[in-house]
């Protein structure tokens, strides 16, 4: 078994913003908002590779968000 992020059902916020493009503060901030699901375990927060994939793939995510808000 590796421990390498590709093999991992959660991610750490920095792993994330790599995945989706975008920086820490923006995926912190979309936490936030609950735009991405993340889970407090210690002092950490994880976010599921699931609910990134999905974010990726067409789901409703910060993008599609930050539109329908009068941004383009």
Known sequence: MTNSS?????????EAAEALGLTRVAVW?????????ARRI????????SALERLLTGG???????DSHGRS
Request: charged share 30%; glycine share 10%; aromatic share 4%.
């Open 29 to 37: 901030a979309a936490i936030r908002r609950g735009e991405i699901p």
């Open 60 to 66: 409703a995510g910060v993008e599609d968000r930050a």
């Open 42 to 49: 210690g002092r950490s927060y994880l976010i599921p590779r």
């Open 6 to 14: 590709s093999q991992r059902q959660m991610l750490r916020v920095s």
